[in-house]
């Protein structure tokens, strides 16, 4: 199977969460080197998840989560930081846009324990670092491994956290094997496989292959 038919379900899930016009959609076009998110100034236009299917070096195959922002106002906003907190049960791995202008804010912090709570690998990722002044972050007791600085407007440290992702690809792998935790190479191993008349035809469903 290649890469580019390689089910969502055997991608590693990338989520991006964050306040609105933290950078989050940027940093994912920088990331991937394409447009995949709307980017605007105007607060709250990523309104709900959106998820992409693509390879990015050197992960490989991945589904890409832009999440609405965590401060979301009203009724309606309220909703959709719901939704984002949602997206953490499809996450494998979970990416914390800060912007770098403001610090760290409580609704970062709320976020961030969920995540730790959940045991999803995660990175702190501090966003608009040309604009930033020095001391504005505000982030106490993180490890260096866990907080990355990076400009999505210049480039600066996405290729440092292109390396973090590929770093976490392996404790990232899809938790609940289906029986590769009883085979060993060599193993003789019969499938049976059940087709009916409504099957397509030459064509078997995930779990058999």
């Known amino acids: 199977m290649s890469l580019n038919n390689t089910p969502s379900a055997d991608r590693v899930h990338i989520g991006v969460f964050g306040r609105r016009n933290a950078g989050k ?26 998820k992409k299917a693509m390879e990015l070096l050197p992960l490989g195959p991945v589904v890409v989560i832009d999440t609405p922002g965590i401060d979301d106002e009203g009724e309606l906003g309220a909703l959709r930081v719901k939704r984002s907190y949602q997206m953490l049960n499809q996450a494998d791995i979970a990416v914390l846009v800060i912007d770098g202008t403001e610090g760290f804010a409580k609704e970062d912090a709320a976020m961030l324990e969920r995540i730790q709570k959940k045991g999803i690998p995660y990175v702190i990722v501090c966003n608009k670092i040309d604009e930033a002044q020095a ?6 007791g993180e ?29 990232a792998k899809p938790r609940y094997p289906i029986v590769a935790d009883l085979l060993a190479p060599g193993d003789l191993v019969v499938l049976v496989i059940p087709i009916d008349e409504s099957a397509p ?3 078997l469903i995930l779990t058999q292959q």
């Open 143 to 171: 490890p260096a491994d866990s907080l990355l600085l990076v400009s999505a407007k210049t480039g600066a440290g996405i290729h440092a956290l292109k390396e973090w992702l590929a770093k976490s690809l392996s404790s």
């Open 25 to 50: 959609s940027s940093v994912i076009n920088a990331l991937t080197g394409q447009n995949l998110s709307i980017v605007s100034d105007v607060k709250g236009t990523t309104t709900d998840p959106v």
């Open 201 to 203: 035809k030459g064509r």
């Open 135 to 140: 001391g504005s972050i505000g982030i106490i």
